[in-house]
């Protein structure tokens, strides 16, 4: 059975990361997703929605979600540097394909310091780079609502 390591933060339960694990899915894939706790800008430290509380919130959430249509999935909250929490469960799991979601060029952060380039050139596995639009953003609570636009 294929490994999916799919790495995600603010896009977890985006549409277009849920129709990519999905169509993984059919064929009988397994899922360990990796959340890296990374801050939002002028994020407080002692803020109630500190970003490994955010992530461990996000990950239960897609836990439930995914096991509920029937995936085998497991998860963790990852390093605050997005690159370090894909190496450190590269280094634990024998992964088949990386599955990197993030907001929009413009919006993440992850794009602007080249994430999925750099996995791309690590990592001996193919990265698929799912794009999720904010209209595809679920605003259940405070914590889960895009940044603003960073100029």
């Known amino acids: 059975m294929a490994l999916f390591l799919v790495v995600a933060n603010q896009t977890l339960a985006g549409e277009a990361l849920l129709r990519t694990i999905r169509s993984a899915m059919s064929w009988g894939a397994s899922f360990h997703i990796v959340v890296p706790a990374t801050p939002r800008e002028h994020q407080l430290v002692d803020d109630d929605e500190h970003p490994a509380t955010l ?30 929490a894909v190496s450190n469960a590269v280094d634990e799991h024998d992964v088949d394909e990386i599955i990197l979601s993030t907001l929009p060029p413009g919006l993440s952060r992850w794009i602007d310091v080249d994430l999925p380039e750099r996995l791309r050139n690590a990592f001996n596995v193919p990265v698929t780079h799912v794009i999720v639009e904010i209209t595809q953003q679920p605003h259940t609570s405070s914590g889960d609502r895009p940044p603003p636009m960073r100029r």
């Open 55 to 84: 992530a461990r919130q996000r990950l239960e959430k897609i836990l439930t979600l995914l096991r509920a249509e029937g995936a085998h999935a497991t998860g963790e909250v990852g390093d605050a540097d997005p690159f370090r």
